[in-house]
T-cell receptor
């Protein structure tokens, strides 16, 4: 079973920031937080991951709370092409990537 | 230049048949996986495999078997196909070690009629 919980769906206006929350209250100290997304009919796409520090790449930013029990994925300027299911996972070597139902993000024009 | 490639992308077959889905990765990764995404859209791991160890999800029927001719390939063989096997099957790969990203193929859509 997935060790993370996410809201089932969210809407975001095009051009605005999309903030997707994730709770991982049972995460252990050596587990990473990963974010993937799945656009309809495509394979899951890696977005970003982090352990303790906030991370940023060309796709998104990841904000991890100091106690590591939750995180937020930020898409700074959402476009229609960002409409997808977003998955938050906790993972460490020796485990498997376990996907929950994710958050269905709809970017609205 | 596709990192993880699967064939076929679409497969329609009759119940009782045996079929295979091929997967190749050109990333030099040590570990490969098969995931199943059913009609409810849940992604569930079926197998993970590196050159040392095959880990099988205990819920996977033994009609499903992975075959790895070399580190870059992990094929999925399915015997005696059933209607409930209809799903999208995703191959993936990653390096060993903590914090390594898993990369997915584009999926193989299997329909059993």
């Amino acid at each position: 079973d997935a060790k993370t919980t996410q809201p089932p769906s969210m809407d975001c206006a095009e051009g605005r920031a999309a903030n997707l929350p994730c709770n991982h209250s049972t995460i252990s100290g050596n587990e990473y937080v990963y974010w993937y997304r799945q656009i309809h009919s495509q394979g899951p796409q890696y977005i970003i991951h982090g352990l303790k520090n906030n991370e940023t790449n060309e796709m998104a930013s990841l904000i991890i709370t100091e106690d590591r029990k939750s995180s937020t994925l930020i898409l700074p300027h959402a476009t229609l092409r960002d409409t997808a299911v977003y998955y938050c996972l906790s993972y460490n070597y020796g485990q498997n990537f376990v996907f929950g139902p994710g958050t269905r993000l709809s970017v609205l024009p | 230049d596709t990192a993880v490639s699967q064939t076929p992308k679409y497969l329609v077959t009759q119940m009782g048949n045996d079929k295979s889905i091929k997967c190749e990765q050109n990333l030099g990764h040590d570990t490969m996986y098969w995931y199943k995404q059913d009609s409810k859209k849940f992604l569930k791991i079926m197998f993970s495999y590196n050159n040392k160890e095959l880990i099988i999800n205990e819920t996977v029927p033994n009609r499903f078997s992975p075959k790895s001719p070399d580190k870059a390939h992990l094929n999925l063989h399915i015997n005696s196909l059933e209607l409930g096997d209809s799903a999208v099957y995703f191959c993936a790969s990653s390096e060993q070690g903590s914090g390594n990203t898993i990369y997915f193929g584009e999926g193989s859509w299997l329909t059993v009629v």
